[in-house]
Each structure stands twice: as structure tokens, then as C-alpha cells.
């Protein structure tokens, strides 16, 4: 069964403490990967695509990274604005217009 | 600018009362969807469409309802809402040249 799973649930890390956030997931076969931010109340936003492994993907503070089997987020000296739930989705080689989303990371940034 | 958009954003309703939220998209794409968020369970996919007139299933459709009679809207109607679809809702959109999609601001919908 096609699933992904992100850890960890919640993250609290001061200003300017790098860390990683990370995507695993279990697909037959992948189209695509996919990173979200969403902020409380709002519309999740879209931050990258990783198609293949060994691909990476900047913007920022983030970078994402993706392996056979996970991705990670890695945020680099967080600011506070950077406090959202960062969401990971897979679009697998089955079904027409699927997307499996995991159930995100909460990340808080203490200033 | 490009968006997606929807109405409501809040809506309130009783058990039974037959309720549409519109979706909206201004980027001419052909791939439109429904998600459903609630806590733990992450956003599940109700219906999507590939273009005009072609719908299908996702993995949560029971109760609910969609159209796409043209290429820019995509309502989600619930015909007889339950406690059960209380819920905050997601429409999305993409292109045929790309993967990604593009989420509207959410619906929340309370129903009592």
C-alpha cells in the first residue's frame, strides 16, 4: 500500500538551529515528491518537486533532498517566520490524479 | 494574479441542509481536486477532474458531489451534510505541463 509518514510530528528549535525534517515514504513507483508549507487557517503552499533520487532543490533557508525510500527538508539557520506545518506529498505512478500526503511537521521557530 | 479561490471560507449548517462551496481557479488548468483536512489524518483526496465533464473518485467520496460544466470551476456540493463532514476543505488545481498543484485558501465547514 502506497504511504508516506513524517517525522517528526512537532519541532521547536531556536533561531539560527539547523535541523532536518524528513519524508518516508512507500510507493510501487514514483512521479514525483513534493514539499508544502502551511501556514494556520491557510491554503498549504508549494515549495518544491524532486522527481528522481539524488535530487536536490534550494530556496532559501530550505533545502530539499530525496533519497529511494525519504526526503528531507533541512532548514538552515530558521527565523521564526519560518514556523508553518511543512507537508510532504507523493504523486505515484498509479492512478490517474493521486496524491498521498503525509500528515506534516509542525515547526516552531523561538526567537 | 494567479490563485485558486473558494467560497465560503467559514460556513455553519445543520444536518440535511444541501450545501455547495464554489472553487475557482484563473490559471487554465485542466486538473482540479477536493481534499479534505482533519487533524492526524493529513489531506485526503474526495474528487478530482481531468478536464471539463471528466470526474472520479479519490479516496474519501462518500457523501459528497462535484461538477466541472466548465474549465475554470469545480463546486463540491454535499447534498445532506452530516456531523461526519465537518471538516476543512481544500480545493487544488494544476496544469498538464507539471505535477504540482495549487491549493485554494480552505473552507471550514462545521456541521452540527
Known amino acids: 500500500e502506497d504511504q508516506v509518514t513524517q517525522s517528526p510530528e512537532a519541532l521547536r528549535l531556536q533561531e539560527g538551529e539547523s535541523s532536518s525534517l524528513n519524508c518516508s515514504y512507500t510507493v510501487s513507483g514514483l512521479r514525483g515528491l513534493f514539499w508544502y508549507r502551511q501556514d494556520p487557517g491557510k491554503g498549504p503552499e508549494f515549495l518544491f518537486t524532486?522527481?528522481?533520487a539524488g535530487e536536490e532543490k534550494e530556496k532559501e533557508r530550505l533545502k530539499a533532498t530525496l533519497t529511494k525510500k525519504e526526503s528531507f527538508l533541512h532548514i538552515t539557520a530558521p527565523k521564526p517566520e519560518d514556523s508553518a506545518t511543512y507537508l510532504c506529498?507523493?504523486?505515484?505512478?498509479?492512478?490517474?490524479?493521486?496524491?498521498?500526503f503525509g500528515t506534516g511537521t509542525r515547526l516552531k521557530v523561538l526567537a | 494574479e494567479a490563485q485558486v479561490t473558494q467560497n465560503p471560507r467559514y460556513l455553519i449548517t445543520v444536518t440535511g441542509k444541501k450545501l455547495t462551496v464554489t472553487c475557482s481557479q484563473n490559471m487554465n488548468h485542466e486538473y482540479m481536486s477536493w481534499y479534505r483536512q482533519d487533524p492526524g489524518l493529513g489531506l485526503r483526496q474526495i474528487y478530482y477532474s481531468m478536464n471539463v465533464e471528466v470526474t472520479d473518485k479519490g479516496d474519501v467520496p462518500e457523501g459528497y458531489k462535484v461538477s466541472r460544466k466548465e474549465k475554470r470551476n469545480f463546486p463540491l456540493i454535499l447534498e445532506s451534510p452530516s456531523p461526519n463532514q465537518t471538516s476543512l476543505y481544500f480545493c487544488a488545481s494544476r496544469g498538464s505541463s507539471s505535477y504540482e498543484q495549487y491549493f485554494g485558501p480552505g473552507t471550514r465547514l462545521t456541521v452540527t
Open positions: 506529498a507523493v504523486r505515484p505512478t498509479s492512478g490517474t490524479y493521486k496524491y498521498i
Open positions: 524532486l522527481y528522481s
